[in-house]
């Protein structure tokens, strides 16, 4: 195991099946980043199912956390399947499901209450799911709340804006993730949502938090896909937190509510634990601050140079080629 | 004229005729934000239009700069005719005719290059005016440049994106302003010019700055209107800034490049120019910035408080409650 010093600590870099068993001794459970870690766009990774299935075969509790929003863990289930990939829905955490749980365990959102969400339908499954009330979304801007008929701005006349309905009182939270069909009114009415002065006294109060919180699944600035980048969630809800200067509460990596959920599902010993990932502000962090061992792959953004820099956030535990590398240990 | 001290610097406080007598003898030019300053919404304040005219009737130079880059110079022209105020198209100076002017004598911009636009007509306006190319805007998004045929994303199926002719290569500049029908389209459109590797060489080279310049109108976070606030054109860009980690050149108040416009139109002594608006962050620093003295008048945003705060940005020369009040001056 090679010991390489950086600015902010050092690393063990793994390359033969030596470090490879020492790695798989070590620990327990294996959380895995999908995008750059497993797969990329629909190519999964050489090696990479070859090793998953020998840590299930070493009894090791396998699972993937993924800041990936725009859809719900079953459709994600169906991504896992198409490229091979074994997984149940128990194992797979994503930030939209997080989202959804923080609001239920963390916020104790009130039944009658209602989230406005700027987000894809996986983010509503997830809603659906832990049976919280949500419109917006994919559901339309309209008073009909028929897509088609999308409430319309002409100019800077805002007065379709202020028609009676378009704004629901028993809204108290605005919940934003990536939305490849964000525009200026679902922006507009989170910024009147957020900084209304009128909210009922019993929204105000509310539980927990007054007024109407504000809540993002992740804060990825683009959203990696076949065909490159794209804006990503952080870019979706940017105007949002400009126009209402409030800094939302974000859920994803490396956020801790995400791993917070895991710890509600999972009882593990953290210095068992392995964070896997190819980001280093996000998955390397996100493990780093949440008091877990971390592996670096150079598989996906972050290359080993990204650490050696004097300005790097925060320093892996290990750091490896790839995920495949470690098919060299016994089937 | 009573002397306040603030933890940045003194200003005087204007309140009776000798008062602004002096002010209006000190200057020869006077430069008038116009929402907060002489209207609000569609009310033009109390004593204002008798104001302008006395200091039309003094022969001093009246011009008017606004941020709203909604619209054209000749629209607001209707909005100044339709609430009864005096003023010609050369007097008035708008953040989309300085960014227009911005581009073609500041950047050369090419004429066989196009700019991308995320704004509105009054942008398109100003851009037509001096002979600058442009797409995207109120044109729409589809090939067909028609706004009811908008491309469209579903889910996270980005390859309408990549359909050919979706790209011009021939843009060289992304210019953003407050834009109603903003979306994600538009927004992916403009990361990509403002992100693309493979620029042609000579758009890469390019007679001023290489690869596809970022220019904003103004970077107001909330747009006001009859209704209130909603979010403005900073709101509208800052998914396009997150998205691309790029920071645009902003045209608009408190930047100079808006002031430059103005001397570039007007030869004035900046010592005989004076800045009066509403906000101390945006028309209070501009003018100071510029090298101008500054009036702040209380009938808008900025309150007296802010100045005495210990954080406050910048302090104004004079301070009054409303431009209305200099109607005490003789006619």
Not at 168 to 186: P, W
Not at 236 to 263: C, H, Y
Not at 286 to 302: C, Q, R
């Amino acid at each position: 195991m090679k010991e390489v010093k950086a600015p902010k600590g050092t690393y063990r870099f793994l390359e033969d099946k030596g470090d490879f068993q020492q790695l798989v001794d070590r620990y327990d459970n294996f959380l895995f980043d999908c995008d750059g870690v497993l797969w990329f766009g629909t190519d999964v990774f050489p090696g990479v199912i070859s090793v998953l299935q020998k840590l299930r075969k070493l009894n090791k509790q396998v699972l993937f956390v993924t800041n990936n929003a725009s859809k719900s863990r079953r459709d994600l289930l169906d991504r896992f399947e198409s490229m091979g990939v074994q997984a149940a829905e128990r194992e797979v955490f994503s930030s939209a499901y997080a989202s959804a749980l923080y609001l239920k365990e963390v916020l104790q959102f009130p039944k009658d209450r209602k989230v406005f969400v700027v987000g894809m339908s996986g983010l509503e499954h997830e809603l659906d799911a832990v049976g919280i009330q949500h419109i917006g979304g994919t559901v339309g801007d309209s008073l009909t709340q028929d897509p088609e008929q999308n409430l319309k701005i002409t100019g800077t006349d805002f007065s379709p804006l202020l028609e009676p309905g378009v704004f629901d009182d028993s809204v108290a939270a605005v919940m934003c993730g990536i939305d490849t069909d964000m525009n200026y009114v679902k922006m507009a009415k989170a910024f009147r949502y957020l900084t209304r002065q009128n909210a009922t006294e019993e929204v105000k109060s509310g539980e927990k938090g007054g007024g109407c919180h504000f809540l993002c699944t992740n804060q990825d600035s683009t959203f990696p896909s076949k065909s490159g980048s794209w804006p990503g969630a952080g870019s979706v809800w940017a105007g949002i937190q400009e126009s209402t200067g409030r800094k939302p509460t974000v859920i994803g990596k490396p956020n801790q509510p995400m791993l917070d959920t895991v710890f509600a599902g999972y009882s593990f010993d953290r210095s068992r634990t392995l964070m896997v990932g190819d980001r280093l502000n996000t998955d390397i962090a996100f493990g780093a601050h949440g008091g877990l061992d971390t592996l670096l792959v150079l598989s996906g953004i972050s290359q080993e140079a990204e650490i050696l820099q004097e300005g790097a956030a925060v320093v892996p535990t290990y750091v490896t080629k790839s995920l495949g590398e470690l098919d060299v240990l016994d089937p």
